[in-house]
């Protein structure tokens, strides 16, 4: 998942689905959410958006089945001036992927911290230091923004 | 900001009289903003329009107590730019100035000096001349956004780019504005360096207040009540702005200095509850602007405008593509980026009406006027023609 900052407006987020489309999540400053779907032919452009109130996304993250980690994580980034997010995937095999958190040592080398990770259906929240990671979890990371840079460098062994 | 040189002082003050001029300035701008959403395109342009009927030497002179109006605008010109100054946060300017530096200075550089050499090629001092690259160079964050968000494009991987350029425009704003607001009280060579330098040190202790404490300010101002958050903001704006004025910096540049180093949880407050503020006083600001310009002025300008809008366009476009062409971004999308950055809109008329209301050169206003009117519809009208799916006007 990649997260671009978009200045006066909010946070996009967008993935590959299984199926080879990209699809675009923009969380706006005021708890409104869009959704995008990329052209394959234009991948710049969206072949359409839907915007969505706040009670909109919701219902609809209800029938995905989904969890509001993502929005209390936007509230929390709101009470933190500077606090930085990221989610990184962990890669196949390098980085930490088949190692554990403390054998990263990201809280002391990087001082950012792993908060929680998810892998498939469900989420691990505030994982041990014996946690091992594999290779497709999404790790949620906070820290300011440049210990959270340092911290996905570790984890993707990038 | 210093009387408009042209109010009228009557002793007399009918309030009566008062309250119907700005009755009927409300509705018009009312019946403008209408007409706009209808047609599709920004309501500033034809708040100008507006303006330049109701003026001195238009069809419909209104007698709206000129000074009441020119209060109503100065006070409409120190919100606007409180709002575009909160626009981006301390972190967006930080982050900005990383990774758009380059196309920023292509953008300046490419945008500005044609309105300086403009100046210049009209005869114009050095101070006008400045001011006409200011109007020339900023493209309107508000017209842009708005745009972006009819259109739909909000997720599109060029609106990153076209943001990060409006936010470098913005930094480029806070050193700006303070140095024209020197330049156009016409000091002299010593107060105008020490002007400058105090106003280069409020820019330094605005960016430096906002990052060490802005959350502290944040936590002092906020109030659950909305009734006190707007007496604490509108009465903080004011005071900084009216300071700023006292100081010679211009009230308009401190609000802007003063929205720059607000953040957080007290920035969501102001925009949340400013806005309306900003559309009646912004309102007025457009339409004091306009009236101010007599429409017998304006063939004279007309060609120069012309020429300089074209010029704009192309410069914008160029502006446009080497950023997106930078960033890795497909033919298309270049193509995009290039015509949204065209519209300028109310930057560009707040640059000019510094010079205006110190009477910096007769020509600025109605040229900034006329240019700002052409780009204004021209802009967005090109921005939808690279939309072939959604051709609709509204």
């Not at chain 1, 014996?130 to 979890?137: I, P, R, T």
């Not at chain 2, 997720?155 to 704003?173: Q, Y």
Request: charged share 20%; hydrophobic share 50%.
């Amino acid at each position: 998942m990649f997260e671009t900052k978009l200045p006066g407006i909010g946070v996009r987020y967008e993935f590959m689905t299984e199926t080879r489309d990209r699809v675009g999540v923009v969380v706006r400053r005021d708890g409104r959410r869009d959704v995008a779907i990329y052209d394959r032919t234009d991948p710049d452009a969206c072949r359409g958006t839907i915007e969505l109130s706040r009670g909109d996304a919701s219902r609809l993250a209800e029938l995905l089945g989904g969890t509001t980690i993502t929005e209390r994580v936007d509230e929390l980034r709101h009470t933190v001036e500077g606090l930085a997010i990221e989610w990184v995937t962990m890669p196949k095999k390098k980085g930490l992927t088949n190692k554990t958190i403390a054998d990263g040592k990201i809280r002391t080398a990087t001082s950012a911290s792993v908060v929680a990770v998810i892998r498939g259906e469900h989420a691990v929240p505030g994982p041990g230091p014996n946690f091992e990671f594999m290779a497709g979890d999404v790790v949620l990371v906070m820290g300011d923004a440049d210990s959270v840079k340092a911290a996905a460098a570790i984890l993707t062994g990038a | 900001m210093r009387e408009a040189s042209d109010a009228v002082g009557s002793a007399a003050v009918n309030v009566g009289d008062i309250l119907i001029g700005l009755g009927v300035v409300l509705l018009v701008l009312a019946m403008l903003g209408r007409l706009a959403a209808r047609m599709g395109i920004p309501s500033v342009p034809l708040y100008l329009i507006g303006g330049l009927f109701l003026g001195r030497g238009g069809p419909f002179p209104v007698d709206a107590g000129d000074e009441f109006l020119s209060v109503g605008a100065e006070i409409g010109i120190v919100i606007l730019l409180l709002l575009l100054g909160l626009e981006y946060s301390p972190q967006d300017l930080r982050d900005g100035m990383r990774s758009t530096w380059l196309a920023g200075l292509v953008d300046g550089l490419l945008n500005g000096l044609p309105g300086f050499a403009a100046g210049l090629i009209l005869g114009w001092n050095w101070t006008a001349s400045i001011l006409l690259a200011g109007v020339t160079y900023i493209s309107s964050s508000g017209i842009i956004a708005r745009l972006i968000h009819d259109l739909g494009r909000i997720a599109n991987r060029e609106t990153p780019i076209i943001l990060s350029l409006l936010v470098m425009e913005d930094i480029v704003m806070a050193v700006f504005l303070p140095i024209v607001a020197v330049l156009v009280i016409g000091a002299s060579f010593t107060q105008g360096a020490l002007a400058i330098a105090i106003a280069l040190g409020a820019v330094t202790l605005a960016f430096a207040v906002a990052f060490r404490l802005g959350d502290r300010v944040s936590r002092a101002i906020h109030s659950h009540s909305n009734e006190l958050l707007i007496l604490t903001i509108l009465g903080i704006t004011f005071l900084v702005a009216g300071i700023a004025d006292a100081v010679q910096v211009s009230a308009a540049v401190g609000a802007f200095l003063l929205g720059l180093t607000l953040s957080g949880r007290v920035a969501d407050d102001v925009r949340m509850l400013l806005p309306p503020f900003r559309d009646v006083f912004g309102g007025f600001f457009f339409v004091f602007f306009g009236m101010q310009v007599e429409p017998s002025t304006l063939p004279a300008v007309l060609i120069p405008a012309l020429a300089l809008a074209v010029i704009g366009v192309g410069t914008k476009m160029a502006t446009g593509r080497f950023a997106a062409a930078r960033a890795g971004l497909g033919k298309k999308a270049q193509r995009r980026t290039a015509y949204t950055l065209v519209p300028r809109g109310e930057f560009s008329i707040i640059i000019a009406s510094l010079g205006v209301t110190a009477g910096v050169e007769s020509q600025l206003g109605p040229l900034a006027a006329a240019y700002v009117l052409i780009l204004a519809v021209a802009g967005p009208l090109l921005m939808r023609l690279t939309d072939p799916k959604r051709s609709r006007l509204a």
